[in-house]
């Protein structure tokens, strides 16, 4: 008995070693990746800082892109967003609760397979419905229904998570007390759910305002002369104006994607940082 003893007291020791260096290297690997994104991510955001200025801001871009500022692609980048969730969360929503209380499998597959497909895809499916087949035009009303579509699998995937988590006793108790299903679902269910509907809402909105293949083909053009007056009409938006930038002009509008980059990279942390809060509440 002692001997074995001996023997799965080496056989642990050992084990806790080997442990112990996984540990220390998956640490170590940890640092080194978030070091490199880190870095990447200053290298990125640095060298537009000093173009930051009231004119940057507030002026159409102008001499052939050499100067002015980026107001249009803000106020285009907002427009398409706000847009783009005012359709999207009561749909992700209502497709959420469907899939989480009425346990239709078919639609849950038919959801997973949409949050895999390329953004270029929606494009494509977006002006050929939306700004061809509709008569939407470039627009952004093509471009916020496009964008609702690439992030309703998001919206609808994480309200049927949340809804599903909820202990099915809670649900039997509401229905013993005589509670409808539809009391039961908008009067203690989606409640429940308030902070992660917000939290992936968050989520939605910084993946919608960095988008740039669905919105080249269906919202955003090369350059606006004014403020759009209608939901028919096309904008500017951030990443789109900073592809354009870096392929049509090179080098003498490198200091205007610089800023646009920077920006664009600020409203992407702003949202993403709104969304971490309402988690860490949420938990």
Same mark, same amino acid.
């Given at each position: ?46 060298? =537009? ?14 001499? =052939?892109?050499? =100067?002015?500022g980026i107001f249009p692609a803000i106020l285009g980048s907002l427009l398409l967003t706000l847009t783009a969730l005012a359709i999207s969360i009561p749909l992700g929503i209502l497709l959420g609760v469907v899939l ?18 390329p953004s270029v895809v929606y494009g494509l499916f977006g002006l050929g419905l939306f700004c061809i087949t509709m008569g939407m035009r470039t627009s952004i009303l093509a471009g916020g229904l496009t964008l609702s579509? %690439? ?54 909105? =910084? ?19 004014? %403020? ?56």
């Open positions: 008995m002692n001997e074995i003893n001996v023997n799965e007291l080496v056989i642990n020791s050992k084990s806790s070693k080997k442990n112990k260096r996984a540990n220390v290297f998956l640490r170590i690997l940890t640092y080194l990746i978030s070091l490199m994104i880190i870095v990447l991510f200053l290298l990125a955001f640095i060298p =537009g800082l000093k173009y930051w200025n009231l004119t940057f801001f507030t002026q159409f871009p102008k001499d =052939g892109m050499t =100067g002015g989480s209380e009425y346990n239709l499998e078919y639609i849950k597959f038919v959801v997973t397979i949409l949050s895999g497909i579509l %690439l992030v309703l699998p998001v919206i609808s995937s994480s309200v049927y998570e949340t809804m599903r988590a909820i202990p099915r006793e809670l649900r039997e108790a509401a229905y013993a007390l005589g509670a409808k299903k539809s009391e039961v679902i908008f009067e203690m269910l989606l409640p429940a759910a308030k902070k992660s509907i917000l939290t992936v809402s968050f989520v939605s909105a =910084g993946r919608a305002i960095g988008e740039t293949a669905p919105l080249i083909l269906t919202a955003a053009v090369f350059y606006a002369t004014d %403020l759009p007056r209608n939901l028919l009409s096309p904008v500017m938006t951030l990443p789109t104006h900073l592809y354009f930038l870096a392929s049509a002009y090179g080098e003498k509008a490198r200091w205007m994607a610089e800023g646009t980059a920077s920006v664009l990279i600020i409203f992407v942390i702003l949202v993403y940082t709104l969304a971490f809060m309402f988690r860490r509440e949420e938990r």
